[in-house]
Every structure is written in structure tokens, then in C-alpha cells.
């Protein structure tokens, strides 16, 4: 049983397998349609021929029992009467041996019109009467029509005799004959039977021909085929091993490629790296000015009050005794507190320009935007301090928490922070909001400044592209905040009405389920 569902079922295709029990199924079932077929057509051809045979025998038997016994028979005794009348029928049987001599007819039965047997080859039946509905072939005959049927051997026929060969039973109506030979009234009807015992061996001749031609036919059929196939195989197995070498190369071939683009993404998520820090040291020059003097004037309070306290502890010192010093430890308190706040809002400045610029890896976590945004606005006021009262903050008042790096996005807001105020100028606003949509965050920079010209809206974010002076810029800011946005998952957008009208970088990012 394995083995014929692995023939059935193999795990290759196997064309000619398939062809050859394909092809041995259809000549099986062909040649026994056809040896069904033909015998079939064959046994029906033979029937009406001995039919239309028995019409014509029957016919010509009318003409001369008619000629040859019933004329002669009326003119000397006027009447006819075989049952009792021993001549008669000797004249009679005489007549239908002569014409009957040599044909295969078995039997011979002549019924007049009440259906009485008044002749029969076989002796013992004459005389005998069958009704009117016991057989409905000579009814019909009776009535003027030729009938006939075959009984096959094994059966009975219509008298019912055991039919120990196959017979034709034929009905046909007896008339009388005038002198012209044109036939008369009916008169009664002759039955003869033929044997048909030829058919069943001509029956087997054609159903071996039939065998033998169809056999031979989808054979040679078969064989050309055969040739067809195995050729189309031997191509099919020649391009199936192409394919599956040509398979096996290139998955070789795409592991290579792989690990090259894997090698490729690790240079490219390091020079990204490279270039987002180096965007990031760009930043801090451009900070540094403003921040150097935002932190001198803090160290400048620092070194005052410290110089303060330095007088009054030596004045202390050198009247300690002659007056009271209550008053003069009064400012102590004071100008520490001052000291302190001072020292800790330089502090404050280094750590978040430390932080800044500090270079790691990458770290996704859960964070707040509206957060990340305050604490880049923390950095840009101290340079810009004198111009941060035209920035409008509108954040949203709900939970805005996406899966990013706060530093990365940290770079962008300040680029895009950056590139607003320049763009504005002594005057202008910039306006900072985040909107929640659907599921995602979006986070929009508008500003009244310069705008953008509508050639340079596409190329706004292509590396080393920028409309700075010379020595103001690198292009490199907008196309590192394309890419980190990217990387977010997220996208990047920019829209401006013209130069004098103003832009708007939108930024989208998909918020935390």
C-alpha cells in the first residue's frame, strides 16, 4: 500500500509516470466503449437487415403459395380445409419447403385473420387459436403492419417454446394475389423465424475488430505521444535542475547580499551617528557665544558678592572689639544665598549643554514629548533670551507619550528652533504646538520669518542643502532630523506660502498604545 500512494503521490512530479497510467486508463476504458459501441451498432445493422430480408421472403412466399397452391386449390375442390384434408397440406408443406429450402428460416406459422394457425412447420400447432391481446405483434400484423423480434437464446418466444437459438420473429400480413400480381385483401398472416445464431459470432468478430482497431489506434497514438512527452520531460527535468541551481545560487547569493547590507546599516547607523553628533557640536558653537555670556554674568554676581564678603570679614578683623559686628554678619546670609543660586544656575546651563552633546547609543524608552520640548527650549533661551518672548507655546493638555531617544529628538526641536528664530529675525513669533490625531502625535514649528522659496521645498531636506551664507550653515541639520524622524517611525513634513510668509515643519509621530 506505501508504495502505490508513493506512485500516486510522489514527491516529484513525474510526467511520464503520470502520462503512462493516464494514457493505459483512457485506452482501457475507450476500447471497452468501443467494443461496447460498434458490437452494439453492428447487432442493430444486422437486425434490419434480416428484417427488410423477411419482407422480402415473406413476400415472395405470399406470391407463390398464393400462385402455386390456394388458386389451384380453390378451382378444383372450391374450398380449403387443412386440418382434415391431408392433400392439401401435403401441396401446401411441398410448396413452402420448395421456397424455404436452404434458407436459415426455423420455423413457419400462417394465422388467417381470426388468428388460428391454420399451417405451421411444426405439425402438433396447427389448429390452435391465440386471442386477440395475447400477442401483440401478430394484432398488429393483423391489422396490416410488418412487425418483428428478436429472441435471444435462453428465452421463449412468442408460443412459448424455449429459443434455444437467437431467432428472428417476423409478423407479416398474407394477401391475395390477383392475375396481375398486384396484391389483394388481407387474408390472414404469415409468421416465419429466422436464425440469427450468426449474429452472436458476427457480434464477437466485430467486438475483436472493434478491439483490435481501437487498440491499435490509441497505441500508435500512445507511442508518438510517448515520444512527445519524454522529450518534453527530459526538458522540464533539464530546467527543473537549472531552476533548482539556480535556486540554490541565489540563496547563497542573497545571503551575501545580506550580510553586506547588514554590514552596509551598521557603517551607515554609525556615520549617522557620526553626523548627528557632529550636528550636535555645530549646535554648541552656535550656542557658545550666547552661552559664555550668559554664564559670565552669573560668575560676575558670584565674584562680586564673594569680593563683598572678603572686605567686610577683613574689616571685622581689623576692629574686632571697637564696635559692634551684628550689623556686618547681617550680609552674610545674603550674599551666600546669592553666591549659591548664582553657582547653581551655571550648573544648570553646563549640564543640559553637557547633556546635549554627550555621544551614546541610541536608547528607545517611553517619553513625554511636551517634556522634550521644554527641556529644548531650556537650552535655546539662554542665547536667545532677548528674543524668546515672540515663542507661543500651545501644548496639548493630554498624555503625549511616544517610543523615541529624548536626545535625538531633542536635536531636532532645537534645529528646528534654530532655524526659526534665525529666520525671524529681530521680529516675529514662532509658535510651538502638539495636536493629537487619531493615534498619532503631531508636533508643528511655525514661524513669520523668511519662509521658503516653492524650488526649495523639495530639496529642504537633501544632505549639504541650505540657503545660509556661507560659514552659516552645513545642510546636514534638516537632513539628520529627516533621518532621526524617520527612524522614529514617524515623518517629517514642511509647508511655506513663499519667501516672506513664514514655514511649518510638522512633525508626526505615532503616540504609545
Known sequence: MPNFQKILHPEKFNLILYYAITS??????????????????????LVKRSEKYAQYFINHLNY?????????????????????????????DKVIHENTYGLNIKKLYLYDMEGHIIYSTIPEHIGFTIDRGQNAKLDSAIRGHFESALRLAGTTD?????????????????????KNEHRGKQVGVLEIYQDMSELKKQIGKAREKAIIMTGSAMGILFLSLFLIVLKAARVINTRTNQLVEARNTLELKVEERTQ????????????????????????????????AHEINNPLASVASCAEGLIERLKTMQDYKGHHDTR??????????????????????IISNLLNFSRQSEPKFDRININLVIHDTLSIVKHQFQTRFQ???????????????????????????????????????????????KQKTIQIMVKDTGAGIKPEHIDKIFDPFFTTKPTGKGTGLGLAICYGIIDIHNGRIEVSSEGTGKGATFTIILPLVA
Open 327 to 348: 550689623e556686618e554678619l547681617e550680609i552674610f546670609p545674603e550674599y551666600l544665598n546669592i553666591i549659591c543660586n548664582e553657582t547653581y544656575r551655571c550648573k544648570s
Open 260 to 291: 553586506e547590507i547588514r554590514g552596509a546599516y551598521k557603517k551607515l547607523q554609525l556615520t549617522q551617528r557620526k553626523l548627528i553628533q557632529s550636528e550636535k557640536l555645530a549646535s554648541i558653537g552656535t550656542l557658545a557665544t550666547g552661552l
Open 24 to 45: 493505459f486508463v483512457i485506452i482501457g476504458l475507450l476500447s471497452l466503449a468501443v467494443g461496447w459501441i460498434f458490437p452494439r451498432m453492428e447487432s442493430e445493422e
Open 64 to 92: 407463390e403459395i398464393y400462385k402455386d397452391f390456394l388458386r389451384p386449390t380453390l378451382k378444383k375442390n372450391k374450398y380449403i380445409d387443412l386440418e382434415n384434408n391431408r392433400d392439401q397440406l401435403k401441396r401446401l
Open 390 to 436: 515672540g515663542v507661543r507655546l500651545n501644548l496639548s493638555e493630554d498624555p503625549c507619550e511616544v517610543i523615541g531617544d529624548p536626545q535625538q529628538l531633542k536635536q531636532v526641536f532645537l534645529n528646528l528652533i534654530i532655524n526659526a528664530l534665525h529666520a525671524t529675525e529681530a521680529e516675529g513669533d514662532i509658535f510651538i504646538s502638539t495636536v493629537i
Open 158 to 178: 412468442s408460443k412459448g417454446s424455449y429459443v434455444v437459438e437467437t431467432l428472428l420473429e417476423s409478423y407479416y400480413p398474407f394477401y391475395e394475389m390477383k
